[in-house]
């Protein structure tokens, strides 16, 4: 039986929280690993409420640190689905800190995860498929074919011969 689509907003999660002491490095800007569990906690929800279905990571493709984020910061984590195929969802998070004065957000940090879809007894189960409807929805929904073939392919489960989009950008 063939899922009716459901658009990104629907699943769209924020979390919002402060770095704490005990959640930095030895020159007080937020563990790398602290960012990571909350964007996987965020890309977790999001994929559960596309799926509805029980979810589990099965790839972190990307992340980038791009900015250090001080101590007693106020973080945001969106996450937002951006494609869906079988029962894989990739889903891209933006992170931003916030100016304690003028509450003016910054983009800190961007990352993509990929989760999936299973059963009560660990099966994969198909998902919704995923409508874009704004511009940067449509551009990330375009690329994501893309990003999973090379995910895959580093991840030795797909041949490089196989990858069709990427043959496509480089030859
Ligand atoms: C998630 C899991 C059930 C998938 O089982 P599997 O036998 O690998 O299933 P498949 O090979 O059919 O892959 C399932 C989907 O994930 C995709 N996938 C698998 N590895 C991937 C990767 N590295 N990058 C992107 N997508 C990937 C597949 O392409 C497939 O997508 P599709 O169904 O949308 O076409 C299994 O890998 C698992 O249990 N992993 C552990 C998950 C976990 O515990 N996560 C928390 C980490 S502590």
């Keep these: ?65 791009n900015k250090m984020i001080p101590l007693g910061s106020v973080v945001t984590v969106e996450a937002k689905i951006s494609r869906a195929f079988n029962s894989s969802m990739e889903i891209i998070m933006d992170v931003w800190i916030e100016d304690r004065e003028n509450g003016i957000k910054t983009k800190a940090n961007e990352a993509i995860y990929t989760f999936v879809a299973v059963d009560e007894t660990g099966n994969t189960v198909p998902v919704p498929p995923v409508k874009p409807e704004t511009e940067l929805e449509k551009e990330r929904y375009n690329a994501a074919l893309r990003r999973k073939q090379l995910s895959l392919v580093i991840a030795g489960k797909l041949n490089p011969k196989e990858a069709t989009e990427l043959k496509a950008l480089f030859f």
């Design 1 to 65: 039986m063939k899922l009716p689509p459901k658009t990104p907003s629907e699943s769209r999660t924020t979390i919002t929280d402060i770095v704490l002491p005990g959640e930095t490095n030895p020159i007080g800007n937020m563990f790398g690993g602290e960012l990571l569990a909350r964007m996987d906690r965020a890309a977790s929800i999001t994929a559960r409420r596309h799926s509805r279905r029980i979810v589990a990571t099965v790839a972190v493709n990307n992340v980038s640190f």
